[in-house]
């Protein structure tokens, strides 16, 4: 695992990065070129993504999935959350497939996403994040056996300007300290809407994602909330293998000013819900 450091497959994504703004027509050519894959008719997975003004991001996001070595048919899903910038320009530009959403937030933008999905299963993603090339077919293999109804992979944070990944490895360390305290009880809160996967099916017998859900407000999120209706279907799998792990942006980190004041914001939260952790949870019916 690339604790400390950047893997050396990010490189030619993060190098979009400086095209955000005006990116080439030679570029978008050739992203829309290797894109071209996830045009099929019988897709067996679907990658779902919302995106909510994005275009700094969503090109390296595209990149990455162009890379993706699958033995699956697959499409590809952008679900535009009424951006305002030139997110849907650079979709439309890469030849993706897209769906507008209109009712604002991300519980919408992936329930819109499920809908439109042709695909047996869900491989749901960011528009913020980068994925190995082994990645799709790390998250969904799982799914081959029945008795799992959901998937989902780790991640590491990518340094933006004036932060070291040194810092961003100490922080990723105390999570997983928690996640190991979680696991047994709580799992379903470590799954997280950028690096996991599930059956439609189970999906949509489960009523989808929630909208009335509010992170702040009841400390629940649309993504932990699907993972904990799916566990009355199957078991959680995670997959620890570093194809599986999405390398996503450390801006939310940063809302907290540094990424000292984010470890310690992070370490003190954890150790209020401490007890929490430690107690079986109730059945999603118990539990709305």
């Not at 929630?210 to 699907?226: F, I, K, N, V, Y």
């Amino acid at each position: 695992m690339h604790l400390f450091t950047i893997p050396s497959w990010l490189d030619a994504h993060l190098r979009l990065a400086n095209q955000s703004t005006q990116p080439s027509a030679e570029t978008l050519s050739q992203l829309r070129a290797k894109l071209s894959r996830y045009r099929v008719d019988d897709p067996q997975v679907s990658i779902v993504i919302p995106a909510y003004n994005e275009e700094a991001n969503i090109l390296q996001t595209l990149s990455s999935l162009a890379d993706q070595v699958t033995r699956y048919r697959t499409e590809l899903i952008v679900a535009n959350n009424n951006s305002t910038d030139r997110t849907q320009w650079l979709l439309d530009q890469c030849g993706v497939r897209s769906v507008f959403v209109a009712d604002q937030g991300i519980s919408y933008a992936r329930q819109a996403g499920l809908d439109m999905a042709r695909g047996e299963f869900i491989a749901s993603a960011d528009s913020d994040s980068l994925y190995p090339p082994g990645w799709l077919d790390a998250i969904v293999e799982p799914l081959h056996t029945p008795s799992v109804a959901c998937s989902y992979g780790l991640y590491s944070f990518i340094p933006s300007p004036g932060n070291q990944r040194f810092q961003l490895g100490l922080h990723e360390l105390l999570g997983e300290l928690f996640k190991r305290l979680k696991r047994h009880h709580r799992e379903f809160v470590d799954v997280m809407g950028f690096n996991f996967a599930f059956r439609r099916a189970d999906a949509q017998a489960v009523g989808g994602f929630q909208h009335d859900l509010d992170r702040q407000r009841t400390e629940r999120s649309e993504d932990g909330w699907m993972a904990y209706c799916l566990v009355n279907l199957g078991t959680l799998r995670k997959v620890s293998s570093t194809n599986a792990r999405a390398w996503t942006s450390d801006r939310r980190l940063m809302d907290a000013g540094s990424i000292s004041k984010a470890f310690t914001r992070r370490a003190l939260k954890e150790l209020k819900r401490l007890p929490v952790y430690l107690k079986k949870a109730p059945t999603s019916s118990q539990a709305r």
